[in-house]
């Protein structure tokens, strides 16, 4: 039999690379930094069987149909709503992504944000940098609220969102948590409460998001919801962009609805520096990173390319999303190693 042929849309970590160069005849588009471009993507994936990308390559029914062998789609990443999973499972290819193996990056840096945010970190640091800490140290400078004591909700309580909880858990806070399933399991361990939405948004004084996003979670918190949070409460955002509603976020923080808000994901990525956003001071922005650890995207690298390589042996790859696949085609009609 062929080795089966592989595109890989970046450069990514060791050793997911060699794992694949050792099984496949690998294609790289041999860039740390750029995606290819649309036109790029559709040329190469033509005669490949698999396709390792990112989540910045939209890969819809367009890539797939100019891509009549395709077997697997494996993305390194968690999320994958880059990809249209209804068309690849119609066509019977494997759609696989990264759960797990970045969740406790996510969530540490999620806790980071929290204490960015509410402690004023970075408002501090700038104030330094810029000469303005030229009077003697004062009760009232740099305030903010403490976290014990305090309420978090959770929106979103799969591996990431319950992660975050497990760590904050020490922080002696109360905590609510909303998702589509009751976490019956995880509430008789961590010492969470259920609650709908609404009742979290009302209640708490930090929101963190962890739900991926779905047709259902698109503008999950607009401006309805946001009018819903307390004056003095935070919104913390490491999950996509496009779960909240930017434009009703940028006027709730400047005309203060809530406190604050501690984004990593947007809209629009990359975030234009002169985006409205960036003009609040009650705002902290990051460039997509809660994944950023060094053993995360390691361990990223290496669960895509398993995931890749285990579909092309015939072999249930660890992390399939669209299980109903198997139906379509089952694992033996993809086998080629
Ligand atoms: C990052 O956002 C991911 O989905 O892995």
């Not at 999950?239 to 940028?250: I, N, S």
């Not at 922005?285 to 690298?301: C, N």
Request: charged share 30%; net charge neutral.
């Amino acid at each position: 039999m062929p080795r089966p042929k592989v595109y890989v849309t970046r450069i990514i970590p060791e050793p997911g690379l060699s794992m694949i160069k050792e099984c496949c005849d690998v294609e790289i588009h041999n860039s740390k930094e750029w995606p290819p471009s649309r036109e790029e993507l559709i040329e190469k994936v033509r005669d490949k069987d698999g396709l390792l990308c990112l989540l910045t390559d939209k890969i819809d029914a367009e890539v797939m149909d100019a891509a009549p062998n395709l077997k697997v789609i494996s993305t390194y990443s968690v999320g994958f709503d880059h990809i249209d999973i209804k068309e690849a499972t119609k066509r019977g290819i494997y759609v696989t992504h990264t759960p797990g193996v970045l969740t406790d990056a996510v969530a540490e840096f999620t806790v980071g944000l929290i204490f960015a945010i509410t402690r004023r970190i970075l408002e501090a640091d700038k104030i330094i940098r810029s000469g303005e800490w030229n009077k003697p140290w004062n009760p009232f400078f740099l305030v903010g609220p403490e976290l014990k004591g305090k309420t978090v909700g959770i929106v979103g309580f799969g591996r990431i969102g319950v992660a975050v909880a497990k760590r904050l858990s020490s922080f002696g806070v109360k905590m609510l948590y909303y998702d589509i399933s009751r976490r019956w399991d995880i509430e008789s361990i961590l010492d969470v409460e259920y609650a709908d939405l609404e009742r979290i948004l009302k209640e708490s004084d930090i929101v963190t998001l962890h739900v991926p996003l779905t047709k259902g979670t698109y503008h999950l918190i607009g401006e309805k919801e946001l009018k819903m949070m307390k004056e003095t409460a935070y919104l913390i955002n490491t999950a996509r962009g496009p779960v909240v509603d930017t434009e009703a976020l940028v006027k709730a923080l400047k005309e203060k609805w809530i406190a604050g808000a501690a984004l990593d994901v947007f809209e629009q990525e990359p975030l234009p520096a002169d985006h409205p956003l960036t003009k609040l001071d009650n705002v902290i922005l990051t460039p997509h990173i809660a994944s950023a650890t060094i053993e995360a995207r390691r361990r990223m690298a290496e669960l895509a390319a398993k995931n890749l390589i285990a579909v092309l042996k015939g072999e249930m790859p660890p992390a399939l999303v669209n299980k109903e696949v198997l139906k379509v085609r089952p694992l033996e009609q993809v086998k080629m190693i």
